[in-house]
Each structure stands twice: as C-alpha cells, then as structure tokens.
C-alpha cells in the first residue's frame, strides 16, 4: 500500500498520481483545481487544463509527484517527483519546481528529495533515477551532487528554452548507490 503523504522537518509531501490528477482535475471546480496545485492565475490554470486534456500517460509510462506543503500554512510551495517514467525499465527522470522566488535558496528541495528518492526506490520499485540539468543550473548542480548522483555525460540541444536549444548534463543515482544524506541524519 502506497502512502499518499510524507513529512520532513517543515514540509508535508502530498502524492499526485495519475489518479488523483485525474480525480482533480475532473470533479473539482477551477477555485478548488487553482487552490490544490498551487496555481495563481488563469493562464497557468488553462495551461494545467490543456495538459490534463492531453494527457499526462502514456503506455508504458507515467508520472508520480509530491506537492510540497509548508507544514505551517499548507500552502502549495511547489512539486517533485517522476516524470517520464518507464515501468518496465525501473527508470524515472526526477524533476522539481518551486513556485515562487519567496520559497528559493531555503533547503526546500534537499530536504524533499531525499524521501522521494527513497520512495522511488523501495515503493515504486525504481532501480535507476536520472536528472538531466541546464549546465548554468548551479542551484541544481549542487543539489544532485549533494544527494550522490554521477555525472554520465551531456546531451547536446537537448532541450528547448525560450526559443533556444540548451544541452543538458546527464546525471544518475541507482538503488544499489550510496546515499550521502543518511550519513548526514
């Protein structure tokens, strides 16, 4: 049985699954939908409704976030999770995003990734994660370093920002690696 909620220091980790995606988006109203993402205005509502419409799985892949909620306020901080996620390959791109400026530079994310990684490994039964990061991306950069990840490589345009191709640098934790922040506990 998979929990839907997990908690570090400051923060509660709410799971959003293909289900519960699904569940939200179609019986809740826009208010409800806005307040329970986190979304602050009506385009990022439409872009959510566009995404959802589309849909967000697809064979053989899926997708698994935890909203980050400041356990204080429970306000919607942001998200991390598996995107592009091959469940018969045991492999997830791990991926975060926080909302506003205000919640930056505050160990938000290396307090969240350690339990979602340990997640992925033991209840979802991944065996590789993989995070692909913008060289300029220092924030990120240390992050993955920080939890023991390896650089693999870089590759080359690979994503498009902004009207330009960017590389990204190839970085990977597997189950059987060490995982640094348990020496830090």
């Known amino acids: 049985m998979q929990s839907n909620i997990l908690y570090t220091e400051r923060l509660i980790l709410r799971l959003i699954n293909p289900e519960i995606y699904n569940q939200v988006m179609s019986t809740y109203n826009d208010e409800s939908i806005m307040k329970y993402f986190g979304i602050t205005t009506a385009i990022e509502l439409e872009q959510e409704k566009i995404r959802f419409r589309q849909g967000m799985t697809m064979a053989g ?14 306000e919607v901080m942001g998200w991390c999770g598996y995107h592009t996620w091959f469940l018969q390959h045991r492999r ?3 991926g975060y995003v926080l909302n506003e400026d205000r919640f930056k530079g505050k160990g938000y994310m290396k307090e969240a990734l350690p339990p979602i990684i340990d997640y992925g490994f033991a209840t979802i039964n991944l065996h590789r994660i993989e995070a692909l990061i913008a060289p300029g991306n220092e924030p990120s950069l240390r992050l993955v370093n920080y939890l023991g ?8 345009e690979h994503y498009l920002k902004n009207g330009k191709l960017e590389d990204s ?13 348990k020496l830090h506990r």
Do not use: C, M, N
Request: aromatic letters at 16%.
């Open 61 to 74: 892949r899926s997708f698994l976030y935890f909203h980050l909620l400041d356990k204080k306020t429970t």
């Open 92 to 94: 997830a791109e791990i």
């Open 149 to 156: 990840f390896t650089q693999e490589g870089i590759l080359r």
């Open 169 to 181: 640098i190839v970085f990977s934790l597997l189950e059987s690696d060490p995982r640094p922040w």
